[in-house]
């Protein structure tokens, strides 16, 4: 079955530090990847995606997401966390001949520490 | 541009009663429709998609059921609603064709069910 994992549930760091956020997707021969986070009840908002080209991909708020099919990955990274940045981030894929159907991982709350 | 709506924001619901979760969509025709429930630490599971008026694909049996009865109008239903149907629920459009089109998320209805 397709899946996508995020290992970690919660990553604190501290305030213009860096930090990354861990994605794995399950094998497939052709998949598109998105990050998307979500602030306190809210909707989901679109940090990125990867359809194609260049691995490296880079987004809004200064988030950008390297594509590594070797090992089946997808991390998010920013080199300077803000506390607006405090929000959870959910790690998406959709599967060719998945008739549209994005399956998300289950979330990482990213905790920004003034 | 195109918008999503969705109501009520908030909703508590005594366990048995019904309950009807209206999403609409603004400014696109024909797009896919989707439900998902987010429970506290399960991430986001998708309920329902659409890729029509009538058309109606159910990912999880339950006692939920979900209907399309205009393009842009999408319900979510219940007849007796469970302590288990307590969550956040998310309504999601995507434009209806290719497999790389970027889901874009209502606000979302909490509903807490007592």
């Known amino acids: 079955a397709q899946s996508v994992t995020q290992l970690d549930s919660q990553v604190p760091v501290f305030e213009e530090a860096p930090v990354e956020l861990r994605c794995n997707y399950s094998?497939?021969?052709?998949?598109?990847l998105f990050w998307y986070v979500q602030y306190p009840n809210q909707g989901l908002q679109l940090l990125l995606k990867?359809?194609?080209?260049?691995?490296l991909v880079k987004g809004i708020n200064g988030f950008e997401a390297e594509f590594n099919k070797s090992q089946t990955s997808f991390h998010l990274r920013k080199p300077s966390v803000h506390i607006s940045d405090t929000a959870e981030y959910f790690c998406?894929?959709?599967?060719?001949?998945?008739?549209?159907?994005?399956?998300f991982g289950t979330g990482t709350k990213l905790q920004v520490i003034p | 541009s195109q918008t999503i709506h969705q109501w009520p924001a908030t909703l508590v619901q005594p366990v048995g009663s019904p309950l009807s979760l209206e999403c609409t969509v603004e400014?696109?025709?024909?797009?896919?429709l989707y439900w998902y429930r987010q429970a506290a630490g399960r991430g986001l599971q998708l309920l329902f998609y659409?890729?029509?008026?009538?058309?109606i694909s159910s990912e999880v049996p339950q006692n939920l059921s979900a209907s399309r009865p205009q393009d842009r109008q999408f319900i979510l239903s219940s007849k007796k609603l469970l302590l288990s149907d307590s969550g956040f629920y998310l309504c999601?459009?995507?434009?209806?064709?290719?497999?790389?089109?970027?889901?874009?998320f209502g606000p979302g209805t909490r509903l807490t069910v007592l």
């Open positions: 999601a459009w995507a434009r209806g064709q290719g497999f790389t089109d970027t889901q874009y």
């Open positions: 094998s497939s021969v052709s998949v598109y």
């Open positions: 990867y359809l194609s080209g260049s691995t």
């Open positions: 998406a894929a959709l599967y060719s001949g998945g008739y549209q159907k994005v399956t």
């Open positions: 400014g696109t025709s024909n797009p896919n």
């Open positions: 659409s890729v029509g008026i009538g058309q």
